[in-house]
């Protein structure tokens, strides 16, 4: 059993940056692949982010790249978010998830365990 734990949310104004943290537990967070989905009230959780057990491969949906970035410490059990140019349009709750049997990067079936998420507000 994964535990994660989430941390560095708060409210920003647009244009501003925050660093996300998700604390892992319970598991060999080095052999795992790693998301960020995020939340909007009303709307489904959608795929934002991706990094491979070692950090070698990263992928991003189109609205975040070149504004976000994801990363990893695997000697802490540690994982990242960095945004930058934060957006009104950013504003959700922030989850990451573990990827250990799932096949999909962008889904939530592709994960098996999520953090409870941290909120992250944009005022415009």
């Known amino acids: 059993q994964v535990q994660l734990v989430e941390s560095g949310g708060g409210l920003v104004q647009a244009g501003g940056s925050l660093r996300l943290s998700c604390a892992a537990s319970g598991g060999t967070f080095s052999r795992y692949a790693m998301g960020w989905f995020r939340q909007a009230p009303g709307k489904e959780r959608e795929f934002v982010t991706f990094i491979s057990w070692n950090g070698g491969r990263t992928d991003y949906t189109d609205s975040v790249k070149g504004r976000f970035t994801i990363s990893r410490d695997n000697t802490k059990n540690t994982l990242y978010l960095q945004m930058n140019s934060l957006r009104p349009e950013d504003t959700a709750v922030y989850y990451c998830?573990?990827?250990?049997?799932?096949?999909?990067?962008?889904?939530?079936?592709?994960?098996?365990?999520w953090g409870q998420g941290t909120q992250v507000t944009v005022s415009s």
């Open positions: 998830a573990v990827k250990i049997t799932g096949s999909s990067i962008a889904t939530r079936t592709g994960y098996d365990y």
